[in-house]
């Protein structure tokens, strides 16, 4: 099975930076992608990591180290819009199920 | 452009009474598709996946069915509600192959008293 920790909850100023970081275990590992949902709404996509290293969308950037079952979130330049929940999910090698983490609820203060 | 379509989007369900959501894929074909069941404020708990016709992959021993009678359509069923069926239902689905993208229904909130 996976299990996933991320941090509960994150509270930063608009312009701050936050990291949200997440561990993982995982029997085989194929990647780790990033999801946001605003309150009410679906989640929706972020990013995606199969390889190593720093992927850059934006104002929002994702980390993956393999060799330490560890990745993060990296929101930029915060803006009200970005209060949200975000979670990070894997995806296993042995099948197709991706598998979420409890989510991390993200509040921008002006 | 592919699209997904879940509904009702709102329902509320007498504990012991039957249940059926609907979710459809168009624009692309063979998707995998999912169920997801997310409890208020917590996170996103997989039930059902499924890679193709008739093939379900059960996650978590419910009281919930999966069924997929066409390449495109996916459903959940309850014979009989429980109280702790409540919460926010959630249709998603992939492109074929190994993938971390998920694209999401709208959801359908279900309230069972």
């Given at each position: 099975g996976q299990s996933l920790e991320q941090p509960s909850e994150v509270t930063a100023v608009e312009g701050a930076i936050v990291q949200i970081n997440c561990t993982y275990q995982t029997s085989?590992?194929?990647?780790?992608?990033?999801?946001?949902q605003h309150d009410g709404g679906a989640p929706t996509f972020l990013s995606y990591n199969a390889l190593d290293g720093l992927e850059e969308t934006g104002r929002f950037s994702s980390?993956?180290?393999?060799?330490?079952?560890?990745?993060?979130?990296l929101l930029q330049e915060l803006q009200m819009k970005d209060s949200a929940s975000?979670?990070?999910?894997?995806?296993?090698?042995?099948?197709?199920?991706?598998?979420?983490?409890?989510?991390?609820?993200v509040t921008v203060r002006a | 452009?592919?699209?997904?379509?879940?509904?009702?989007?709102?329902?509320?369900?007498?504990?012991g009474s039957p249940l059926s959501l609907e979710c459809t894929v168009e624009g692309t074909s063979n998707p995998n598709l999912y169920w997801y069941r997310q409890a208020a404020g917590r996170g996103l708990q997989l039930l059902f996946y499924s890679v193709g016709i008739g093939?379900?992959?059960?996650?978590?021993?419910?009281?919930?069915?999966a069924s997929r009678p066409q390449d495109r359509q996916f459903i959940l069923s309850s014979k009989k509600l429980l109280l702790s069926?409540?919460?926010?239902?959630?249709?998603?689905?992939?492109?074929?192959?190994?993938?971390?993208?998920?694209?999401?229904g709208e959801g359908s909130r279900l309230t069972v008293l």
């Amino acid at each position: 099975g996976q299990s996933l920790e991320q941090p509960s909850e994150v509270t930063a100023v608009e312009g701050a930076i936050v990291q949200i970081n997440c561990t993982y275990q995982t029997s085989g590992f194929y990647g780790l992608s990033w999801y946001q949902q605003h309150d009410g709404g679906a989640p929706t996509f972020l990013s995606y990591n199969a390889l190593d290293g720093l992927e850059e969308t934006g104002r929002f950037s994702s980390f993956l180290s393999r060799s330490d079952s560890y990745g993060y979130l990296l929101l930029q330049e915060l803006q009200m819009k970005d209060s949200a929940s975000y979670f990070c999910a894997v995806r296993d090698s042995n099948d197709y199920k991706l598998s979420f983490g409890a989510g991390t609820t993200v509040t921008v203060r002006a | 452009s592919q699209t997904i379509h879940q509904w009702p989007a709102t329902l509320v369900q007498p504990v012991g009474s039957p249940l059926s959501l609907e979710c459809t894929v168009e624009g692309t074909s063979n998707p995998n598709l999912y169920w997801y069941r997310q409890a208020a404020g917590r996170g996103l708990q997989l039930l059902f996946y499924s890679v193709g016709i008739g093939q379900i992959s059960s996650e978590v021993p419910q009281n919930l069915s999966a069924s997929r009678p066409q390449d495109r359509q996916f459903i959940l069923s309850s014979k009989k509600l429980l109280l702790s069926d409540s919460g926010f239902y959630l249709c998603a689905w992939s492109r074929t192959g190994i993938t971390g993208e998920l694209f999401f229904g709208e959801g359908s909130r279900l309230t069972v008293l």
